[in-house]
């Protein structure tokens, strides 16, 4: 690429995206800092979803220690030669966390691997889909800052909730917003001082139970009074189903299971949930592909670290 790349600027509002930066991927970030969200699982359906629908995309795990995402794509490679399959595949990175001891210099460093990560795709495909840990780092801070959409899966629980908002345990109004909130909120101040078009926030309601609970009824209506007070949409996820774990070790998602590509036998229920993955890729709104090329046959993988100055 020759110009400079930088992050999209944004202003702190929530708004669906109408268009695409020209010449540039459209930056989608799956952020969440609690633990067993669903993050990977969403991550790799929404880019087998948009593949199928003939886009370029690349993927970043910035959860290079657990590296799910990339354990998932790993073995959705050894699947498709294993069986002698095709599986459509994205561009993978894994950008690790810095190994340097002085904060500043560890910041600076990952600051630099995320920008080599994002500059080795953002120029040729469609869409970045960013896989960001389960926990708070400065890394996942940074790439919330890069988001055009950055979408929050969130387990159907006032747990899971309290991510996001302390609620009024009598009246289950909202108290306040919580630290992901605020810190989202940051990170799109810190985009919007460079002006622009803004990012759209989704909230993903995830591992819904098919079951109409009155937790299920409280919890959608504390989400939409929330989401009305810090500006986000809400989108309805996916229903929690073992068919999701059971994949994993193929490498498959429910997608592939219509396309012939292998894996347990297409079920009602299969299908009713490959639904529930086209819901929740058209709520994005995401903007269409620049192209539609047929979709690479294999990834391409790597560490994105920068190469070290030289020496004097």
Do not use: C
């Amino acid at each position: 690429m020759s110009a400079a790349f930088r992050p999209a600027p944004n202003p702190a509002i929530a708004e669906a995206q109408a268009a695409r930066d020209p010449g540039r991927g459209h930056v989608l970030v799956i952020g969440n800092e609690k633990g067993g969200s669903g993050k990977s699982t969403t991550a790799l359906h929404i880019a087998v979803a948009l593949m199928a629908d003939g886009a370029r995309v690349a993927t970043l795990d910035l959860d290079a220690r657990q590296g799910t995402l990339g354990r998932y794509l790993e073995n959705r490679l050894a699947y498709a030669a294993r069986k002698s399959v095709a599986l459509a595949m994205p561009i993978h990175v894994a950008v690790p966390l810095s190994s340097m001891s002085d904060r500043g210099a560890a910041q600076a460093d990952e600051r630099a691997r995320l920008e080599t990560a994002l500059q080795q795709v953002v120029g040729v495909v469609d869409f970045v889909v960013i896989d960001t840990p389960g926990s708070d780092t400065w890394l996942s801070r940074l790439a919330h800052s890069w988001a055009d959409t950055l979408l929050t899966p969130l387990n159907d629980s006032f747990i899971d909730l309290d991510l996001l908002a302390r609620i009024d345990p009598d009246t289950l109004r909202v108290v306040r917003p919580s630290v992901y909130a605020e810190a989202v909120w940051q990170q799109r101040q810190l985009r919007a001082a460079q002006g622009g078009r803004p990012v759209d926030w989704v909230v993903m309601r995830n591992r819904l139970s098919s079951i109409a609970a009155r937790n299920k009824r409280d919890m959608g209506d504390v989400l939409q009074a929330l989401a009305k007070r810090i500006g986000f949409r809400i989108a309805q996820g996916l229903s929690e189903r073992v068919i999701y774990k059971e994949l994993f070790l193929s490498g498959l998602t429910l997608l592939d299971l219509a396309r012939g590509g292998g894996g347990p036998a297409l079920t009602l229920s299969h299908v009713a949930a490959r639904q529930e993955v086209r819901d929740l890729v058209a709520a994005l709104n995401l903007p269409a592909p620049r192209v539609s090329p047929a979709p690479s046959a294999a990834p391409a993988t790597a560490s994105a670290m920068p190469s070290p100055p030289a020496a004097g």
